[in-house]
């Protein structure tokens, strides 16, 4: 940890050190050791959010803590690997709102995911930034030697399923925005605070797997184009809350496209789709067919009268 803020110790010994787990010896050292269980190897993934590009700055310190966390893990689970610890990066603007209070209460957001998920901090660096508030997590996590769950796996014939339901955050956004008028504070709810599908068991079943941060329709693009396959996804598939649906004739393209997700985006063999389901539904994960993996390239989503639908854009922007 370099010294770049006044008080830098201070500021992690009252806000990080409490978080510390073990081999991360109380944040007293310049890095921190972690154990794999035996026959394991590491994941690692990294995701950074920057102030006003994936938060806002009024949003509460304690969720932008959980949606750094969960962001993370929600990559850990599109992995299928079962996360241990992180290492946290703050590069913090002065003459902000960005003071003790914020980060006690950013840190509380913290401890609180920390405990549901089982997981603790390494280590990081603090720095001052002429910018925006930036915050970076590297998450750390196992699964059985070669065992990772891939992008490049689906086969032309294996549906394509996704978990929980799609486009809340999207329109939880709008709503921050001031853009949507008559959204839930619940879509408020999903746009801050994800819920990451780790625990599952899913090496075997699936042929590809990744989580949804862009975007169904170009998170997809990303699977065929590793797995050099096209796929076809149906629109009336689509698993949406009545929230949403609510929004549909609106903002049909706003949720068709969504975004900040976190749900897993799968493929699966016909032969295995029984032992998806069964363990979805094992852990209380709910879990939609919204469409089939084809020979070709590319992504189509395709109306209910079976036309592809045409869209003026094809990802996410968070902003
Ligand atoms: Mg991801």
Known sequence: ???????????????????????????????????????????????????????????????????????????????????????????????????????????????????????????????????????????????????????????????????????????????????????KTSLVEAYRVPTPRIGLSLYGIVSAAMDISDGLLQDCGHIAEESGVGITLFEEELPFAPEVMAHMETHREMILLGGDDYELLMTCPVTQEAALQAHCKEHDVPLTKVGTVREGRGVAMLDKQRRPINFSRTGWQHF
């Open 1 to 183: 940890m370099r010294r770049q803020l006044m008080g830098e110790f201070d500021f992690i010994a009252r806000h990080f050190r409490p978080l510390a787990g073990r081999g991360a010896m109380e944040l007293r050292n310049d890095g921190a050791t972690m154990s794999l269980p035996e026959g394991g190897e590491l994941v690692l993934s990294s995701d950074t959010m920057v102030e006003g590009l994936h938060f806002l700055p009024d949003d509460p310190p304690y969720t932008v803590a959980q949606k750094l966390l969960r962001c993370n893990l929600s990559d850990l689970a599109a992995m299928g690997s079962r996360p241990q610890h992180y290492m946290l990066n703050v590069s913090v603007p002065s003459g902000r709102h960005y003071n003790e209070d914020w980060f006690t209460r950013f840190a509380a957001g913290l401890a609180a995911d920390q405990k549901q998920y089982d997981i603790s901090l390494l280590g990081g660096d603090t720095t001052g930034s002429p910018s925006p508030l930036m915050l970076n997590v590297t998450i750390l996590g196992s699964v059985r030697q070669g065992e990772a769950l891939r992008r490049d796996g689906a086969q032309p014939g294996d549906g394509v399923w996704v978990t929980g339901s799609l486009g809340r955050a999207a329109l939880g956004l709008q709503v921050r925005l001031g853009k949507l008028n008559g959204g």
